[in-house]
């Protein structure tokens, strides 16, 4: 039964209500500074920590509950330490109602290191941790959500629902600890620290996985604010693990570029990608690079949503349609689809670590934000347009976001034909060729040409120039097959696999 209930918190939201519902229940308060201030202010009868331990608040309210006579009745185990609790004037605390110094909100609001450290709470973890470890014995109260359980129990808390709370809160003081772990390892530049600790909060639970058979759900980063830490859902049902996954992936790409870009996605894997005068361009070269696996996929722009761009995009069926804002008509018009989801997004800074799981550990990577390291034209050819350098960009550009082993083929800025996922480089060569119907000028690979059998089938389809990152034994093999068939072909001295 609870009888004897500490509160300290910082949010002070329900505090008053939920002690007032203790002290009917003739549940003794203890508490201290604001929130006792706050208590008493409000005529609830609390008795100040200070009164407990006989010792001040010192340093400015940073040293409180750290005392014996406050973590000896949060750690008191019913029916072992009732002696030393009578030698040492302890009495037992049965429920503690704590929330944190708001270190997750401030982190990103950009405060110095001084400033900031003020903000990591020593006190509240410590009787959070105190009373979890105990929850025999203790009930520890973290969320304000579980205020109306405690309620439904009438204080008659069993063990399975202490368990509960218990879990709530160590998983609440781990990730205020991870935040801090990261924000000092930014602080420091040290990229792989000996523990990898990294803080997320849930966004939401979904439907399921990958696969129907799977759980799953969103969660999203408590340090900094990325692109999916700040997005607004305008219309469409709840997003699925795989639309995240996709809309990850399609926002990086137009966001590559600075002209205006739309990119057509399907299976995480860009299907057609364009760069246009207008938002309408954009989307019509995207759509015509592959109508047919751009139908249930995804579209993103790094550009408003114009009314003549959503007449376009109303003929299709699509999941999901991304962009940094609709206009006001653009908007009305793709409403009227029910299920479409829209997205604004608002940022595109992308965090600089990116993770992947494998059994039983955690692969960690700085995010591939680089493009190329040179343009060197290795061919006897030396002479490139403007225009053509940007048509190999931009062709590299998309196959940096297309699955290893990758091949792209574009032209005008458009992609007309992608190749990936395959084992081989010339089976990548040959789908994406082959989709492009002999119209692509230029050829983007992700990784160097082990053969020079990709330059003489390129040479079949008339590619005017290809780009890759060189880097083979048998380079010139390969540029010999290039000027023997007058293709141009530059070295970027960098990969980018995806796998």
């Not at 549940?27 to 100040?48: M, Y």
């Not at 089938?457 to 990152?469: E, M, R, S, T």
Request: hydrophobic residues 35%.
């Amino acid at each position: 039964m609870i009888k004897r209930a500490l509160i300290s918190t910082y949010d002070k939201t329900g505090v008053v209500e939920f002690a007032k519902y203790l002290e009917e229940n003739n549940v003794e308060i203890i508490s201290s500074g604001g929130t006792a201030k706050l208590l008493s202010e409000n005529g609830i009868k609390v008795t100040k920590v200070s009164d407990v331990t006989k010792f001040p608040e010192i340093f400015n309210g940073r040293v409180k509950t750290l005392h014996p006579k406050i973590h000896g009745g949060i750690l008191a185990r019913e029916g072992k330490d009732e002696e030393e609790m009578k030698a040492n004037e302890i009495e037992k605390i049965d429920l503690v109602f704590v929330n944190l110094y708001p270190f997750f909100e401030k982190v990103n609001e950009g405060l110095d290191f001084e400033k900031l450290v003020e903000f990591i709470d020593i006190g509240g973890p410590t009787m959070i941790r105190s009373a979890a470890k105990n929850l025999k014995d203790v009930v520890i109260l973290t969320d304000n959500k579980d205020i109306d359980l405690l309620k439904e129990k009438k204080l008659n808390i069993d063990f399975e629902t202490r368990k509960k709370l218990a879990l709530k809160a160590f998983n609440l003081t781990s990730a205020y600890d991870a935040s801090i772990s990261e924000y000092l390892a930014r602080e420091t530049g040290t990229d792989f620290p000996e523990y990898h600790t990294v803080s997320y909060k849930k966004y939401s639970d979904l439907r399921y996985g990958e696969n129907p058979h799977q759980k799953a759900a969103f969660y999203v980063k408590n340090n900094g604010k990325y692109s999916y830490n700040d997005f607004e859902q305008l219309h469409g049902k709840a997003l699925s693990y795989n639309n995240l996954r996709d809309a990850d992936i399609a926002w990086k790409v137009v966001n590559e570029f600075e002209d205006t870009a739309c990119c057509g996605l399907k299976h995480n894997t860009p299907c057609g990608v364009g760069i246009g005068e207008t938002v309408e361009e954009a989307y019509q070269k995207a759509y015509e690079g592959d109508q047919i696996s751009i139908f249930g996929g995804i579209v993103s722009f790094n550009r408003t949503v114009d009314k003549s761009t959503a007449l376009k995009l109303k003929e299709i069926f699509l999941e999901i349609i991304i962009a940094p804002d609709f206009d006001d008509d653009a908007l009305e018009l793709l409403k009227k689809k029910k299920n479409l989801r829209l997205l604004k997004m608002t940022k595109n800074n992308f965090d600089d670590f990116e993770s992947i799981t494998i059994d039983g550990g955690i692969l960690v990577q700085n995010t591939d934000k680089e493009f190329i390291n040179k343009f060197e034209v290795v061919t006897k050819n030396k002479n490139i347009s403007e225009k053509m350098k940007k048509e190999l960009e931009f062709a590299y550009k998309v196959v940096k976001y297309s699955k290893s082993n990758a091949i792209a083929v574009t032209a005008n800025k458009k992609l007309l034909g992608v190749g990936n996922g395959e084992a081989n480089r010339i089976w990548a060569a040959e789908q994406a060729l082959e989709r492009a119907k002999g119209k692509g000028a230029v050829l983007a690979s992700d990784a160097f040409f082990p053969f020079d059998d990709v330059v003489k089938l390129a040479a079949k389809y008339n590619i005017k120039a290809i780009i890759q990152p060189g880097g083979s034994i048998r380079d010139k093999d390969s540029i010999k097959a290039c000027d023997e068939n007058g293709i141009t072909m530059v070295f970027t001295g960098m990969r980018h696999f995806k796998h």
